[in-house]
T-cell receptor, first 113, second 113 residues
Framework: DAGVIQSPRHEVTEMGQEVTLRCKPI?????LFWYRQTMMRGLELLIY????????DSGMPEDRFSAKMPNASFSTLKIQPSEPRDSAVYFC???????????FGPGTRLLVL | GESVGLHLPTLSVQEGDNSIINCAYS??????FIWYKQESGKGPQFIID?????DKRQGQRVTVLLNKTVKHLSLQIAATQPGDSAVYFC????????????FGKGTRLSVIA
């Protein structure tokens, strides 16, 4: 299995630009999680989906952030417009339904100038 | 100016010695516990897990101990190697099988060759 796949691995953009991060969960996994990791705040849960349905988005910082999961094999996290304080590593994780273990992707390192 | 970030606890261990990384949790309802290892530039990787009906579980060179009375979890690494240098996170969840893991702040392990 290829594991959780994220793209791009690195993204550098300018303030105000739209950023789209992509995630392909492990095949057969029903739950998907988006996390943000910074030195200041550590690992934060932004949003998670069960069976493509968003369950809890209380971790999403503000309306500039949105996430979608149009099908079981693809999810996006969008930031529009991006700001320098959004600079972080964004991780996607997935797991099988009713299993606790989450498997993480390699992350997308975002730098907003 | 100087940036302020998370001050991760750091454990420095001589190569070949045993390492013990500790974690306190607060939710007495937590039923499942897991340790992740995060190497620089990578996503967190599953190491070992344990359920609340167990006190101890062993893997290859790693042992997890759970003390529910004092809500304490520890990870023991035998014969620590340079490749063990990483940040280690504990995580917990109630046994609903449908809620995200709650992550600790992490401990940085540095192995001195």
């Amino acid at each position: 299995d290829a594991g959780v796949i994220q793209s791009p691995r690195h993204e550098v953009t300018e303030m105000g630009q739209e950023v789209t991060l992509r995630c392909k969960p492990i095949s057969g996994h029903n739950s998907l999680f988006w996390y943000r990791q910074t030195m200041m705040r550590g690992l934060e849960l932004l949003i998670y989906f069960n069976n493509n349905v968003p369950i809890d988005d209380s971790g999403m910082p503000e309306d500039r952030f949105s996430a979608k999961m149009p099908n079981a094999s693809f999810s996006t996290l969008k930031i529009q417009p991006s700001e320098p304080r959004d600079s972080a590593v964004y991780f996607c994780a997935s797991r099988e339904h009713f299993q606790e273990t989450q498997y993480f992707g390699p992350g997308t390192r975002l730098l907003v100038l | 100016g100087e940036s302020v970030g998370l001050h991760l606890p750091t454990l420095s261990v001589q190569e070949g010695d045993n390492s013990i990384i500790n974690c306190a949790y607060s939710n007495s309802a937590s039923d499942y516990f897991i340790w992740y290892k995060q190497e620089s530039g990578k996503g967190p990787q599953f190491i070992i897990d344990i359920r609340s009906n167990m006190d101890k579980r062993q893997g290859q060179r790693v042992t997890v101990l759970l003390n529910k009375t004092v809500k304490h979890l520890s990870l023991q690494i035998a014969a620590t190697q340079p490749g063990d240098s990483a940040v280690y996170f504990c995580a917990e969840t109630p046994n609903s099988g449908n809620t995200p893991l709650v992550f600790g702040k992490g401990t940085r392990l540095s192995v001195i060759a």
